[in-house]
């Protein structure tokens, strides 16, 4: 499967074997920023964010969606039962099971709500946590250091995102 990127492509396997390769390192690095918390840390990450994202189309890849689940609050349960006019536990038997952190996720991926054209077919009610991915973005962000390590194993972006604060923060 290739993934494009804004004016070439690239192969999602590449960028998986790459991410698999880097994860100790990655696992270190965000350790070390955890501890450290560093002044500019937030300017850091949402600089490489969006550099990160006039490159890279999520369109073309959609690997987030076809690879992991996103939590789903209450919320966003109501509001997509809603939307596909069912009750909410009605929406929860057919999509939803209960994970290890009692957290409602997703039965199986991919989401049944991708088209194959990668557009998500509830788009303006998605999750809260499809809203928000990948969380790069986001004030403090030595907070989600952990989620942040995860992430660069299902998106292209968020790989070059750490690659990029690494450049900017990792000083001995």
């Known amino acids: 499967m290739s993934l494009r990127l804004r004016g070439k492509n690239m192969d999602?396997?590449?960028?998986?074997?790459?991410a698999k390769?880097?994860?100790?390192?990655?696992?270190?690095?965000?350790?070390?920023l955890k501890n450290k918390k560093f002044r500019n840390m937030d300017d850091v990450f949402h600089d490489a964010h969006d550099e990160a994202f006039e490159k890279i189309d999520c369109l073309t890849c959609a690997n987030c969606c076809k690879t992991t689940s996103p939590i789903f609050y209450e919320?966003?349960?109501?509001r997509l039962a809603k939307r596909l006019?069912?009750?909410?536990?009605?929406?929860?038997?057919?999509?939803?099971?209960?994970?290890?952190?009692?957290?409602?996720?997703?039965t199986k991926a991919?989401?049944?709500?991708?088209?194959?054209?990668?557009?998500?077919?509830?788009?303006?009610?998605?999750?809260t946590a499809c809203r928000e991915y990948p969380h790069t973005n986001r004030k403090n962000m030595y907070q989600i250091l952990d989620l942040t390590y995860k992430n660069p194993l299902v998106c292209p972006a968020v790989l070059q995102i750490?690659?990029?604060?690494?450049?900017k923060l990792d000083k001995p």
């Open 85 to 106: 006019r069912m009750r909410p536990g009605e929406f929860i038997e057919k999509y939803l099971k209960i994970d290890a952190d009692k957290d409602y996720v997703l």
């Open 75 to 78: 919320k966003d349960i109501e």
């Open 162 to 167: 750490v690659e990029e604060v690494k450049k």
């Open 110 to 127: 991919p989401c049944p709500f991708l088209g194959t054209d990668n557009y998500c077919l509830v788009y303006e009610d998605r999750p």
């Open 21 to 32: 390769l880097q994860s100790a390192d990655n696992k270190k690095f965000l350790a070390k």
């Open 12 to 18: 999602i396997s590449s960028f998986s074997n790459k």
